[in-house]
């Protein structure tokens, strides 16, 4: 009985998992997750906490970008 109900929960919440933006995420994982590693063998938290603080700051540069006098030049493609 136990069984079957995890498997419910498991594909319940695949689905309904929404698609990640990986923007800086993957390059704080690596370096977190090596810091982590060497400062006492924590590298799954390290590359945890990086992958939220590379993401912190790609939305910062995202935003910071958009504020600028440039980007809304005519004849310009952005891709997003």
Known sequence: M??????????????????????GCLKGAVVGGAAGHY???????????????????????ARAYRASPQYDRAGRTYYY
């Open 39 to 61: 400062a006492g063998h924590h590298g799954v938290i390290g590359a945890a906490a990086g992958c939220l603080v590379g993401r912190h700051y790609a939305n910062k540069r």
């Open 2 to 23: 136990r069984v079957p109900f995890v498997l419910v929960v498991l594909l319940s919440t695949g689905l309904a998992a929404a698609p990640a933006s990986a923007k």
